[in-house]
């Protein structure tokens, strides 16, 4: 079964729906603070994203430097490739979006 990492622990909002893509494992507690621990939390991330793989979720959640360590932690243990989860405030639900770093041949190829 797929994990949904989800990046900070939070009460305002309902993410129950995320349970249709997997299970769920937060990353960092409610109010992380990124910037008083920026290496322990790297390495709180790289722990518990060991085990990403292609099938798994991130659902950005929180603080912007820990989505974004998260998402770079992701990458790295996946080849460039990780998952999303979305939330599309009009259809009220989560979309899952592919993200793949190296693929050639699309717009966002790097030359």
Request: one cysteine or more; proline letters at 5%.
């Amino acid at each position: 079964m797929p994990t949904v990492y989800v990046v900070s622990e939070t009460m305002q909002h309902n993410i129950a729906s995320a349970l249709d893509f997997g299970r769920i494992e937060t990353i960092l507690p409610p109010n992380a603070q990124v910037s008083f621990s920026v290496d322990p939390t790297v390495r709180r991330v790289k722990r518990k994203l060991e085990k990403f793989t292609d099938e798994d979720f991130l659902l950005l959640i929180g603080d912007p430097c820990a989505i974004g360590i998260c998402c770079a932690v992701a990458a790295a243990k996946n080849a460039g490739r990780f998952r999303v989860l979305k939330w599309d405030k009009r259809e009220r639900r989560y979309l899952p979006l592919e993200i793949d770093l190296f693929k050639k041949g699309d717009s966002y190829e790097l030359d």
